[in-house]
């Protein structure tokens, strides 16, 4: 079992729609919980940060961590076809000051017209 | 005004060369990373470097050589390329005590 489940899509959205996109992992030390989203041949690029179990909302972007489960979520509001992108889970324990990240393999998003 | 920036963007190669992919950052971060993408999105940690110390090195062939001649610049050298060695390499950087990391544009790597 991978450290870090993440289904890779692609998933299909018509605008508007609200997307979930989630990740299930096995190692309990994770601490840190992010969200990157990578355009296609561009480099990620962090859209969401969170610390502890609960949501964290940005603008039409919410992030939920479940520690107790294992489950991280982000929810897409009133999705938009510029949303179209891979999303990829990230999570981190920090050891002895070194940040060594794992990314799930990332979802692929697309919002149609 | 780019962050991190790679060079080259491509790189079109034959099996048994060496070949070198630059990569600076103008953020003053102390640490900076490499990964490698494979084709299923997958993205690994190869390498970190932290005020030009090694201190990740995750089961990297040592084909792979990571070259920092100064805290701005991470290079990658890989020697006798293998196919599988194909894909898109990502440099990234970290400030001290920070969580983001800001990743390059990438290298698209083709090994023939």
């Known amino acids: 079992q991978k450290e870090v489940e993440q289904d890779p899509g692609p998933l299909s959205v018509p605008e508007g729609a609200i997307v979930s996109l989630n990740c299930t992992y096995s190692?309990?030390?994770?601490?840190?919980f992010m969200w990157y989203r990578q355009y296609s041949r561009k480099g990620p690029e962090l859209l969401m940060y969170?610390?502890?179990?609960g949501n964290k909302e940005d603008g039409r972007f919410t992030a939920q961590v479940d520690k107790s489960s294992k489950y991280i979520s982000l929810f897409i509001r009133d999705s938009q076809p510029s949303d179209s992108a891979t999303y990829l889970c990230?999570?981190?324990?920090?050891?002895?000051?070194?940040?060594?990240?794992?990314f799930g393999r990332g979802t692929s998003l697309i919002v149609h017209p | 005004d780019t962050a991190v920036s790679q060079t080259p963007k491509y790189l079109v190669t034959q099996m048994g060369n060496d070949k070198s992919i630059k990569c600076e950052q103008n953020?003053?971060?102390?640490?900076m990373y490499w990964y490698k993408q494979d084709s299923k999105k997958f993205l690994k940690i190869m390498f970190s470097?932290?005020?030009?110390?090694?201190?990740i090195n995750e089961t990297v062939p040592n084909r792979f050589s990571p070259k920092s001649p100064d805290k701005a610049h991470l290079n990658l050298h890989i020697n006798s390329l293998e196919l599988g060695d194909s894909a898109v390499y990502f440099c990234?950087?970290?400030?001290?005590?920070?969580?983001?990391?800001?990743f390059g544009p990438g290298t698209r790597l083709t090994v023939t």
């Open positions: 990230a999570m981190s324990a920090r050891a002895g000051g070194s940040y060594i990240p794992t």
């Open positions: 190692n309990s030390a994770f601490q840190y």
């Open positions: 969170t610390y502890s179990s």
């Open positions: 953020l003053g971060h102390d640490t």
């Open positions: 470097y932290n005020n030009k110390e090694l201190i």
């Open positions: 990234a950087s970290l400030a001290a005590g920070g969580d983001e990391q800001y």
